[in-house]
């Protein structure tokens, strides 16, 4: 009796596992979808977020660029109609301009042709000879005795000057040529400008060195050949094209006035 009922209960055992290997398998499938759906929503929401960048980048684009365009178009305008307002400034000016223009004109030729009138007295008056039109070609040939100076600087007083003294820093207004010493050629003269006078304060190395110490000690009304080595002129990188590298010079040099 008891060995029927153990067969009973084994027979029920083993039918009703069938049934459980089922039922877990069908949750494993049901995890499976589940799985696959997640991923799947995933994705597409991944997808969604990119189309919606993609969307957004393109916009901003397309909004850059129209603001562009339209801030070109305010430019171009605005330059159009700033260019009508200063043509008609200027139309305005023109119209204005010519008598200012004679005035200013008048009043700087004024003023030349009195300074140039001036220098010619100062120059007779110095030199005892009307002021030339041009600075002589080479050096003109000169007597007198030589004196040195520091530096190797040499000069000949060609006419004493009876007038005020030059100091080491007095602003003087003079008349002068200068040449190179090797081939005797003129480069400068301001008698080649329309005889206007050439002011300058020295000891400030506004001029070459050779000026600042030969000039002093002159006397106004006075004309002094300068013999300047190339160490008190422009040395050795001259000034081209006119003045070549460690180039001696001369200069004859008239002094009007002292201040």
């Known amino acids: 009796m008891t060995q029927t009922m153990k067969d009973k209960n084994n027979d029920a055992q083993r039918k009703g596992r069938p049934g459980q290997r089922q039922q877990e398998r069908l949750i494993r499938i049901a995890r499976r979808r589940r799985r696959r759906q997640i991923l799947l929503s995933s994705s597409i929401t991944a997808i969604v977020l990119v189309i919606a960048a993609l969307i957004f980048w393109e916009y901003h684009q397309v909004t850059t660029q129209q603001q562009a365009a339209a801030q070109k178009l305010n430019d171009q305008h605005a330059t159009a109609t700033a260019k009508v307002t200063s043509q008609r400034a200027t139309a305005t000016e023109q119209v204005v301009a010519p008598t200012q223009t004679a005035s200013v004109s008048a009043s700087a030729t004024a003023s030349t042709q009195a300074t140039a009138t001036t220098a010619s007295n100062e120059v007779r008056a110095a030199t005892g000879a009307p002021m030339p039109k041009a600075g002589p070609a ?122």
């Open 138 to 259: 080479s050096p003109p040939a000169v007597t007198g005795t030589t004196g040195t100076l520091s530096g190797g600087l040499k000069y000949i007083d060609v006419k004493a000057g009876t007038g005020a003294v030059v100091q080491k820093t007095s602003t003087v207004t003079v008349e002068y040529t200068g040449w190179i010493a090797k081939t005797g050629k003129k480069f400068d003269s301001s008698y080649d400008h329309g005889g206007v006078p050439f002011s300058v304060q020295l000891g400030q190395g506004k001029v070459i060195p050779g000026w600042d110490q030969g000039v002093v000690g002159m006397k106004a009304g006075g004309t002094r050949r300068l013999l300047i080595p190339s160490a008190l002129g422009y040395g050795a990188q001259g000034s081209p094209p006119v003045i070549p590298a460690n180039a001696d010079l001369i200069f004859d040099v008239t002094v009007l006035s002292v201040n």
